[in-house]
């Protein structure tokens, strides 16, 4: 490995006014602005590191400022230093003594964490000429299992299980790695059920994807049982009705229990494969009971959540207590792909399939490379999937491509984090060219001029 020091580095702000199209708003966040924390690495060498965690608009600066932070963690340390005991270095940047009292492995915090880190994987493998999935394919079992921090999660799995589970599975990786080159990684489509779409923009999105043979169509759903079920049957009516057809359902936290469990019977007919996030991401107890209760209805409907789960431990709650039936995980809000690498483990122990949660900027280009790894050198199921929405990937030097509903690997170095230098003239906040223009012609305010109100 060169060996290089770290020197400086680079945050900015990035937003989207996507609230303008009413992308990305589903029952309870009705109107966000897709954002991320953007970390740029600099060496003493040519390469750089580039990283990202994903919100939704306000607030990013908090985890801006944050990462500034926290650089004091990672300053003059060299690759070599780092990597060659990563679990270790992961441990020492989430638990400073004062920062983590903010947050133990959450919120803010964890989040500016998972941007710094998510920068090393991407200076790693930039260092090494590799994409990250082909980077952690690579490595011998014993190096892979060094990265991850085992801490709070070894009643669940510990190193040595992780090590024998990429033993046992080294003989098929060449043979599932020519699958995913000649078919590309399975997707599902996020993109047609925004909750503020109208019925025309409904059954246009629909047509659309099913033109691009997507199978797996995921809808938000909520206040209203009888707004959810109208949705779900135009969907219906558009795509198919035939098992082939798969309808996902997501409450994204907006219900309570009981609400959860009246409100999918009200439209179990439509036959949802399963409702994502029915009730608070933190309930692991509530889960379990919409769970058992979903499992009785005419047409039973799985559960799944994990896009908002801040970190390992909660997975292992949610494994412990059996309240989902798959994990959707989201490398942009755990602590980076180190902790990520933790629930995957958890995962393949206990035999839970892990999909992947793309809903954010940058983030379908991040997890695409733990899901190739995933399905090349651990999981034991041949059907797990990435989800897919079309926004925001035109603004990185790597974007994600689509060909016939799967993703194709990507092959440049890297974790496929950088973005173009336009997006950061025209997005940067405020200071971007198209932000400027927004504040001007006043379609939005500048959120960062705070004023107390006397």
């Known amino acids: 490995m060169i ?12 937003r989207f006014p996507t609230s303008m199209w009413k992308i990305g708003n589903d029952s309870l966040h009705t109107n966000p602005n897709h954002a991320c924390t953007y970390v740029i690495i600099h060496t003493n060498t040519k390469y750089k590191g580039y990283g990202i965690a994903a919100t939704l608009g306000r607030g990013n600066e908090f985890v801006v400022q944050t990462c500034e932070l926290m650089f004091r963690f990672v300053k003059k340390r060299t690759t070599t230093e780092i990597y060659s005991n990563f679990a270790s270095f992961w441990r020492q940047l989430t638990t400073d003594v004062e ?19 998510n920068a090393l994987w991407d200076l790693w493998a930039r ?11 690579n490595m011998t079992p014993e ?27 080294q003989s098929r990786k060449e043979e599932r790695k020519k699958i995913l080159e000649s078919k590309g990684h399975p997707a599902y489509t996020a993109d047609i059920g925004w909750w503020s ?29 009888s707004v959810s079920w109208k949705k779900c049957n135009l969907m219906r009516n558009v795509v198919g009705k035939g098992s082939d057809k798969i309808l996902i359902v997501d409450a994204n936290q907006f219900w309570d229990k009981p609400e ?14 399963c409702i994502e996030e029915p009730t608070s991401p933190d309930d692991a107890l509530g889960h379990v009971a919409i769970r058992d209760a979903l499992k009785e209805l005419k047409y039973p409907v799985r559960v799944s959540c994990g896009e908002t789960c801040a970190n390992r431990v909660l997975f292992k709650q949610f494994l412990k207590f059996g309240g989902v039936d798959f994990w959707n995980i989201n490398v942009g809000r755990l602590g980076g792909v180190n902790e990520a690498l933790a629930v995957y483990f958890m995962a393949k122990k206990h035999s839970i399939p892990v999909w992947g949660h793309a809903g954010g900027v940058g ?12 399905f090349i050198c651990l999981s034991e199921f041949t059907d797990i999937k990435i989800e897919y929405t079309s926004h925001q990937h035109g603004y990185f030097e790597d974007p994600v491509f689509i060909r016939n509903a799967a993703y194709l690997l990507p092959n440049r170095p890297g974790f496929s984090t950088q973005l173009k230098d336009k997006c950061i003239v025209r997005w940067s906040y405020p200071e971007g060219t198209r932000w400027k223009y927004l504040f001007v012609t006043k379609r939005f305010k ?8 006397l």
Not at 99 to 117: D, K, N, T
Not at 260 to 273: D, L, T
Request: with cysteine; charged share 30%.
């Open 127 to 137: 260092i090494e000429d590799k994409p990250v999935w082909k980077l952690l394919m």
């Open 260 to 273: 959860a469990i009246f409100s999918v019977k009200g439209f179990n007919q439509m036959r949802p494969y």
């Open 99 to 117: 920062l983590r009292w903010l947050g133990v492995e959450c919120g803010v915090v964890h989040l500016a964490a998972a941007a710094i880190v």
């Open 363 to 374: 983030l379908g280009e991040m997890i695409q490379h733990l899901q190739i790894w995933n």
């Open 446 to 453: 500048n959120e960062l001029k705070y004023q107390k109100k």
């Open 143 to 169: 190096q892979l299992v060094s990265t991850v921090d085992f801490r709070y999660i070894r009643d669940v799995v510990t190193e040595e299980e992780a090590i024998e589970m990429l033993k046992k599975d």
């Open 197 to 225: 779409f109208n019925n025309q923009q409904l059954r246009s999105v629909c047509k659309k994807f099913k033109k691009l043979e997507f199978k797996e169509y995921k809808t938000c759903v909520g206040p209203t049982i």
């Open 3 to 14: 060996e290089a020091e770290i020197v400086d580095i680079e945050v900015c702000d990035v």
